[in-house]
């Protein structure tokens, strides 16, 4: 009886599988052939994304507004991409190999011994609509001679201000203070910030790391023209550089309740051949996250004076 009953039961059990399985290959809705994907409006949120969904999510969406009318950016914003370790698509790699496409030489031993620490992570990258960095082929050795001497070259390694864009994209939190007269942003990293005028100055006096960025609002988007740059800062730990004819246009548009959209065109005539584009969500802080300092002065005045000590430490 037992046995009959065992059987019968592994029968009845294949009989629903068959079952399962035949209704788990139907077409849906009758479309003999087709497959399933994710909806568009679910990719490109995740990390290392490049977000073409948000685009048309920015016309429909209609975001909290001050007392003056205009869309409210107030708040903490972060990034959740790989965009500080190479703009470009790229594989994981180790440190001292950040180049697109494949792994290619091997790094020194310091970073070997770091092990994972001493890695990049893959990402997508951050370029929009299928761009490259049109460099200009005699810029390209300069690009090739940053990545070989990323450990020492870096201004990150060294605590320099990290320059627009890249400040945005780091891997730190940021604060947009907003009203109807003031737009100001304070970066953690290296306590670095930026005064957007709101009215338009007039050239800028000197070139510096941050620029001078300037202001206004079309429709949705904050709009800001960022020129006045040094030719000192980098895009990414990757060797990505620009010179001092830098000119970065930026749009800013809250695109859900806890969402920006970053867009970015750049230009500099002496490096690139054209001008090319970013693009990327930023995320709300939610969890009640302050900006916190982050002075990395003093974590690399061995590393930049260390040699001038009377007795220098072994290196």
């Keep these: 009886m037992s046995r009959h009953v065992s059987r019968v039961t592994i029968a009845m059990v294949a009989a629903c599988g068959i079952a399962v399985f ?28 490049t977000p073409a969904a948000p685009a048309s999510a920015a016309s429909t969406y209609r975001a909290p507004r001050t007392p003056d009318g205009k869309p ?38 310091p970073v070997l011994a770091m092990g994972a620490v001493g890695s990049v992570p893959p990402g997508i ?3 929009a609509d299928g761009e490259t960095i049109p460099y200009k082929p005699d810029k390209l050795a300069q690009r090739k001679k940053n990545q070989d001497t990323w ?27 907003q009203s109807a007269s003031q737009f100001f942003i304070a970066y ?6 930026r005064n957007i005028y709101l009215k338009d100055p007039g050239p800028a006096p000197v070139d510096s790391w941050m620029g001078q960025s300037v202001g206004h609002w079309e429709g949705e988007s904050f709009v800001i023209d960022a020129k006045g740059f040094n030719d000192s800062s980098w895009f990414d730990r990757a060797g990505n550089f ?28 002496d490096t690139f051949t054209r001008p090319w584009k970013i693009r990327y969500p930023l995320f709300r802080r939610t969890d009640g996250r302050q900006i916190m300092d982050f002075k990395c002065v003093e974590f690399v005045e061995e590393l930049l004076y260390g040699a001038y000590r009377k007795n220098p430490l072994p290196r």
């Design 22 to 49: 035949g209704l788990a290959v139907l077409p849906v809705n009758g479309q003999a052939g087709q497959t399933t994907t994710a909806a568009p409006a679910a990719q490109g949120r995740g990390r290392g994304t």
């Design 72 to 109: 409210d950016l107030n708040g903490i914003w972060q990034v959740n991409n790989e965009a500080n370790w190479n703009i470009e698509p790229h594989m994981a790699q180790a440190a001292l190999q950040m180049r697109p496409g494949p792994v290619i030489p091997v790094p020194a031993a």
């Design 125 to 127: 990258g951050i370029l």
């Design 151 to 177: 450990s020492q070259s870096d201004p990150e390694v060294k605590c320099y201000l990290p320059g627009v864009p890249r400040a945005n994209y780091m891997p730190y939190p940021f604060q947009i203070f």
């Design 188 to 193: 953690e990293y290296a306590g670095a910030v």
């Design 242 to 269: 620009h010179g001092d004819k830098l000119h970065v246009i930026e749009r800013w548009t809250r695109i859900g309740a806890n969402e920006l959209l970053y867009e970015a065109t750049i230009e500099d005539p």
